[in-house]
């Protein structure tokens, strides 16, 4: 029996420089409080949500942000010209909202040609022993992979009521869940993805979901596991969800 080669490890790909949050949704199973400002600026023991993806950014080196937004828009941009540890870009969809994939789409012009992060605004992590934006980028081989999607397990998912995202082999590559199966891996709102992935796309309405699926069926969709605790906040009862996680883990490590 022929024994399988593993190739040597390569040189770790260059850390991404440039990220876009998408932060245009509506929020609607945030109200009543998206009534009065939008979901990104919801806040979690006193931080708005999107600011801990830009800290988690601006940790791991992140120079150039673009944020796509729509609804309030005009708050959006008030808060976002607080950050001076990065330039932050605003992609404006105040015209149509574009949804996912439509809106880095139109975002592709001040993304660049590079690999960027992407980020969900409305969902983060408690990092482990590992910062989960650096293990991703340490994982990323630009050679196999179109995309790499950060990849959280149930078992570490605070507000979360779906029935899995993926199926993920040995080497982490994605498939998508049959239709009456459930599966422990999800989607956890992170990930490295390559421009080119969205250079023939039309500038429409349409969900990332489109991408993902052309990527599966190219076999260059890989997931990293994510390192901690993964949070999403979906709707206002998931608040204090989430600050109770904060609080259990902050005295789990006290314990440590």
Do not use: C
């Not at 979360?160 to 040995?170: L, S």
């Not at 608040?239 to 789990?252: D, G, K, V």
């Amino acid at each position: 029996m022929n024994a399988r080669i593993i190739p040597a490890r390569l040189p770790r790909a260059p850390k991404p420089k440039t990220a876009m949050i998408l932060a245009a949704g509506l929020g609607k199973r945030m109200r009543p409080i998206t009534s009065t400002i939008p979901k990104p600026l919801v806040e979690i023991r006193g931080k708005a949500l999107i600011d801990y993806g830009l800290d988690a950014l601006a940790r791991n080196g992140v120079e150039r942000v673009v944020v796509n937004v729509h609804y309030m828009a005009d708050l959006m941009r008030a808060h976002l010209r607080k950050r001076r540890d990065m330039e932050v870009l605003v992609s404006d969809e105040s015209d149509k909202l574009l949804e996912s994939g439509g809106g880095i789409v139109r975002a592709l012009p001040l993304i660049g040609d590079d690999p960027f992060y992407l980020i969900n605004s409305d969902t983060f992590w408690i990092d482990g022993y590992r910062d989960n934006l650096d293990l991703l980028a340490d994982l990323w081989n630009p050679d196999e992979a179109d995309m790499s999607l950060l990849i959280a397990e149930m078992r570490q998912a605070t507000g979360y009521e779906g029935r899995g995202d993926f199926t993920m082999d040995r080497e982490g590559r994605l498939r998508r869940v049959a239709e009456r199966d459930m599966s422990p891996f999800i989607y956890a709102g992170a990930g490295i993805l390559k421009p080119d992935l969205f250079r023939d796309l039309p500038e429409e309405t349409f969900s990332l979901n489109r991408v993902f699926d052309r990527s599966i069926e190219a076999e260059r969709l890989f997931g990293v596991r994510l390192d901690g605790l993964w949070i999403t906040v979906g709707t206002p009862r998931a608040i204090a969800e989430a600050e109770a996680a904060f609080t259990a883990s902050a005295t789990r490590a006290e314990r440590a």
